[in-house]
């Protein structure tokens, strides 16, 4: 119903800021809760943060919160994570999603559609 493309990912330094980019295809964007989720190496996809329909309300997982900050553009099809402060323990690959049935994506379960990923890489 939804392909979701993420774009964004990079190998960056410590400290340094990045945007993440998700964009929709459908003509009602609107509809959809969207999130964020990543996957460390040797590690299980964990929630980062999620956004509702509107754009009114956001949630964060604690591991991120003061640093990353998820919006959405509903007029581009477009849902956003900025990235500030990169840590070591960010690297991970980076995965959109979204769901008409759940508003609110904090957890695997909710999802309904996934993006094919981003790498996010941080250096020390």
């Known amino acids: 119903q939804v392909q979701l493309v993420e774009s964004g990912g990079g190998l960056v330094q410590a400290g340094d800021s990045l945007r993440l980019s998700c964009a929709a295809s459908?003509?009602?964007?609107?509809?959809?809760?969207m999130g964020w989720y990543r996957q460390g190496p040797g590690k299980e996809r964990e929630f980062v943060a999620a956004?509702?329909?509107?754009?009114?309300?956001?949630y964060y997982a604690d591991s991120v919160k003061g640093r990353f900050t998820i919006f959405r553009d509903n007029a581009k099809n477009t849902v956003y994570l900025q990235i500030d402060s990169l840590k070591p323990e960010d690297t991970a690959v980076y995965y959109c999603a979204a769901s008409t049935q759940y508003g609110l994506l904090d957890v695997t379960g909710h999802v309904e559609y996934w993006g094919q990923g981003t790498q996010v890489t941080v250096s020390s």
């Open positions: 459908g003509r009602t964007f609107s509809s959809y809760a």
């Open positions: 956004i509702n329909r509107s754009g009114g309300s956001t």
